[in-house]
């Protein structure tokens, strides 16, 4: 069982920052990698921003020269640094973490309010 734990969620301005935090513990193994899913309001779910356990980075278009994935695998901890954020960036936004021949692992939520 892992348990994932996000936080850094709250209201921002449109052009601020905000840094999101996601702590993993249990019986996580073998990791693939860790991400970050956001999903608005009346939006489907999608990729953020992924990190595999070899350092590669996966980001979507929309956040690319802004949120930032980052990891430190002694705390098992992964963040998402993101920067000049707008309104569109209004959602929940979801910590996942990947196994070897395991379902994908996701975390609580936490919500990001981007005021204009």
């Known amino acids: 069982q892992v348990q994932l734990v996000e936080s850094g969620g709250g209201l921002v301005q449109a052009g601020g920052s905000l840094r999101l935090s996601c702590a993993a513990s249990?019986?996580?193994?073998?990791?693939?990698?860790m991400g970050w899913y956001r999903q608005a309001p009346g939006k489907q779910r999608e990729l953020v921003a992924v990190?595999?356990?070899?350092?590669?980075?996966n980001s979507a278009d929309s956040v690319k020269g802004r949120f930032t994935i980052s990891r430190d695998n002694v705390k098992n901890t992964v963040y998402l640094q993101m920067n000049s954020l707008n309104p569109e960036d209004t959602a929940v936004y979801y910590c996942t973490l990947a196994r070897p021949d395991s379902p994908l692992s996701w975390g609580q939520g936490t919500r990001v309010l981007v005021s204009s």
């Open positions: 990190i595999t356990s070899g350092g590669s980075l």
């Open positions: 249990g019986s996580i193994g073998s990791l693939n990698g």
